[in-house]
């Protein structure tokens, strides 16, 4: 991920800082009644910013308590332990941590299992960034730098007992500009697709740990919050039967397909709804017990609702679960309550100071369902699903506690939170063993005094590999990490699987 890549942009709110001197303490000193109160209007501002978003501006005494309280040494230590917690067996309880019963007793305080798995299934959200391919001076750009053989292996995945079976291309009918990066060349490898995600499936070591065969999906999102507004339409459409409708752009993106494309003749939806259905059937007829998880970051947490919607209409026997990171609202309440009815269970992570959860409708949501006597039932507004478990960066000591929307909604900072939370009445986690400085991969959260620099995730030389001239060049792919779209299509002669038809109205 070069530092180049639309993850990096920067939203910077500014508050006009003056500076005191002394009288007499050189030239430009400036006088305490001129300097201060420009100063404290600004302040004022900004807190009066921060009031509406419930965010936190840190103070310059605060930030000094803040970091004098930081013990450096035993974060220094911290970096001679493991970076993972110990994987235990769950399989008698797999159903309370697939939320069964809503993960009733198991949020707060956080159970250690719970929260294991939770980070598990965040890693694969975030993978689908580390993997993806922002170099808009790529030929390949918006594909996955590797083929799925390799990915976890290239990633440092291999511990997490899963093995990807299938990629997810997508496209949009709508125009998107910003979703994602286009590359500067004329010839692509598609101009019309972007890798969105994978589906992964359990092996038999994991399997045996977590009590079934679990298959998973995660799908990828935008990458930086500025772009939602550009984003999302805004606009309601039907979805399935009845009065559930969901927002414009995420089923854009979920249900659109072109026969002319190379990636797309098939929708994400039919895609991932054929591999799952590839999966069930196969380790059904061995006779195993089969779950779907969900999973995914931002945008990829709208997908995900979506893509559970699907899989519960046409699958109403599978246990379906989806861990969203950062997801927006979707649908309207009858969308809501048709995925309560289908037996979808959600557990949405939010941060307390990111706005993107409380995208679209910030006026037009749930909220308004207590005047449902005066304004009837309302089919046009905006409702979150799930159960909610909520974070505060102000419970992190490594975190910088200044305006960063920005590092407020990274996946990293989100998955750095739930590994040391353990109640809402309790301090961060001491024993944490998630390495802090993945923090820092995309944003710049991180208290300086941990040394970690900003924005650090990228590839070496920003790509650049020297050749056998000493010439610094922009490297071939590996034959078989270039995509291919006859290696991502049915295979011919294979069955094409009809499923409910939830996007033609």
């Known amino acids: 991920m070069a530092t180049t890549s639309p993850i990096h942009l920067q939203l910077n709110l500014t508050t006009a800082r003056a500076r005191h001197r002394q009288p007499g303490s050189g030239v430009g000193a400036f006088r305490k009644d001129v300097a201060i109160a420009p100063y404290n209007k600004a302040i004022k501002i900004a807190e009066s910013l921060s009031n509406m978003l419930n965010l936190h501006i840190e103070t310059a005494m605060q930030r000094n308590l803040a970091r004098s309280e930081m013990n450096v040494s035993s974060i220094e230590g911290k970096n001679n332990t493991p970076s993972m917690s110990p994987k235990e067996d769950v399989s008698g309880e797999w159903r309370e941590f697939h939320g069964c019963r809503d993960w009733h007793g198991l949020l707060d305080p956080l159970h250690p299992c719970l929260r294991r798995e939770i980070v598990k299934y965040g890693e694969f959200a975030q993978a689908t960034y580390d993997a993806f391919d922002f170099d808009s001076f790529s030929e390949y750009c918006g594909s996955c730098r590797f083929n799925r053989s390799k990915l976890f292996q290239k990633l440092e995945l291999n511990h997490s007992g899963y093995n990807v079976t299938k990629y997810v291309y997508a496209m949009s009918h709508i125009d998107l500009p910003q979703w994602l990066e286009k590359s500067r060349f004329v010839d692509t490898w598609s101009k019309d697709s972007n890798w969105m995600g994978f589906v992964a499936v359990s092996d038999d070591r994991e399997s045996r740990r977590i009590g079934r065969r679990d298959i998973v999906v995660a799908w990828r999102g935008t990458v930086a919050p500025s772009e939602w507004y550009d984003n999302m339409q805004r606009k309601l459409e ?50 195993e017990e089969v779950s779907l998880t969900i999973t995914g970051h931002s945008l990829g947490g709208a997908l995900a609702l979506l893509n559970a919607y699907e899989a519960a209409r046409n699958f109403p026997e599978l246990p379906i679960s989806v861990i969203s990171f950062a997801a927006p609202r979707v649908g309207n309440i009858a969308f809501r309550d048709e995925l309560y009815q289908l037996g979808v269970k959600t557990l949405r992570i939010t941060i307390k100071q990111d706005i993107v959860p409380r995208m679209p409708g910030i006026v037009l949501n749930e909220s308004l369902q207590r005047f449902d006597d005066i304004t009837g039932p309302l089919e046009w507004i905006y409702t979150h699903v799930g159960v909610e478990l909520k974070l505060d960066v102000s419970s992190s000591p490594y975190l910088k506690k200044g305006l960063n929307l920005v590092g407020f909604h990274m996946l990293e900072t989100y998955l ?65 990490d270039i995509p291919s779209a006859a290696v991502e299509s049915p295979i011919e002669g294979e069955e094409c699987y009809v499923f409910d038809s939830l996007f033609e109205n």
């Open 416 to 480: 750095h939170l739930v590994d040391g939370f353990h109640s809402s009445d309790s301090g961060f986690r001491t024993d944490a063993r998630r390495d802090v400085a993945l923090v820092n991969k995309a944003c710049d959260m991180l208290v300086d005094e941990l040394r970690i620099p900003h924005s650090w995730y990228q590839m070496a030389n920003k790509g650049l590999e020297r050749n056998r001239h000493g010439r610094w060049v922009k490297p071939t792919r590996d034959p078989e």
């Open 238 to 287: 039907p979805i399935g039967e009845g009065e559930s409708k969901v927002e414009h752009g995420f089923l854009s993106l979920y249900a659109s397909k072109n026969g002319t494309t190379r990636y797309n003749k098939s929708s994400a939806s039919e895609q991932v709804m054929r591999e799952i259905k590839r999966l069930i059937d196969y380790y059904h007829g061995i006779g």
